[in-house]
């Protein structure tokens, strides 16, 4: 059976509200006959033809942006657990929406959007059972946006290493001691978030002793090279295990304050999450998803330097000065400014951005 992730709607400013759909009250399609969602992107262009015979046309691209975001589903008080839960949802979105808020979309590890809900459809078949839409502008795509990262310079492993380090205790403020009553709420899942915790810091531990007795990629033995590979894959996997859980543990809790939820717990006389908890939860969640971004960026820089080192491709290396370019950098190692882009991609540096004054950056063989 494939997995199944609950719909998060948060609002980024105003009242902030947070809204979980999961279950009957998710967004659904049919097999082979409708979709959930397009998560596809449209390129903004334009083509240009040219008189003349044999001329090819040419394109210009203006960007990528995702497909509108459009979904459906239908609340049904029966399916939902409690009289009145449709009406009651349906209330709580036309407030939402009128909210005139940016809101943050999820979907499990499929998607996540920065959205703005410009039109809502309910159509009420029974006072029970109602069909809705959801229409919205996507701003940002978060899956393929940069995140923002502050680059800390680093010229040896232990100078990455370090770096690591103070990610990683930013990376996990969900202690066993911290968030009582959510863990206690849900201890299933807050033990799963120990769980990926422990998976991190004991390769993280050996990755560590590892960069402590190498001086620089180049110059360490093939066998410190493999096991610091194995040791950096097994703390991605942590790592990506961890964002799932807290993604699991917030959506879960967030639950409790929709309106169906609350219906259900006065019937069952249960009781959920105080929402300024979830609202703390939130915040320190924020963090730990931007250092766990940053962390992957720099586990994929180690990685890349290995497998650099391990297939042998480069015959030098170049600390950068100030004021250098990429072209500069090629002119000096090859006599013409063809290798700029060569060096850059062997180092995994963004398009657009400068060499880093003070950083070791490795050279191809051929530009």
Known sequence: MPQVFPWSFAQLGGPQKTCI??????????????HIVNAGVITRRSTTAYPGQNIPKTVHVFGDEPKPFD????????AMGAPGAAAAFRAFWRDFQLDHQIVRASWGNILSYQIFI?????????TGDLEWEIHADVLVDENTAKPDVVYLPTKTPLDMATTMRALLNASNPFTATSYNSLRAFLGS????????????????????????????????????????????????????????????LFSSATYANTPDALAVSDL??????????????????????????????????????????SRGTTSSAYIAQTGDTWEAISFRKFGSADGANAIRDLNGVRYGAPPVPGTRYQIPTHP
């Open 189 to 248: 899942v807050s033990d799963l978030i120990d769980t990926a915790a422990a998976a991190i810091n004991a390769p993280f531990a050996y990755v560590y002793d590892i960069c402590s007795t190498i001086s620089d990629f180049e110059t360490a033995v093939s066998s410190d090279l493999g096991k610091l590979g194995a040791g950096l894959v097994a703390m991605r996997t942590g790592l990506i295990n961890l964002r799932w859980s807290t993604d699991l």
């Open 21 to 34: 759909l999961q279950g009957w009250q998710a967004p659904f399609g049919r097999a082979r006959h409708g």
């Open 268 to 309: 069952r006389g249960s009781s959920f999450v105080p929402a300024n908890t979830i609202l703390e939860f939130a915040n320190d969640k924020q963090s730990s998803d931007a250092a766990i971004d940053n962390l992957l960026l720099l586990i994929q820089s180690m990685q890349q330097a290995i497998a650099t080192v």
């Open 118 to 126: 410009y039109d809502t459809d309910f159509r009420f078949e029974s």
């Open 71 to 78: 979904i459906h589903g239908r609340w049904m008080d029966f």
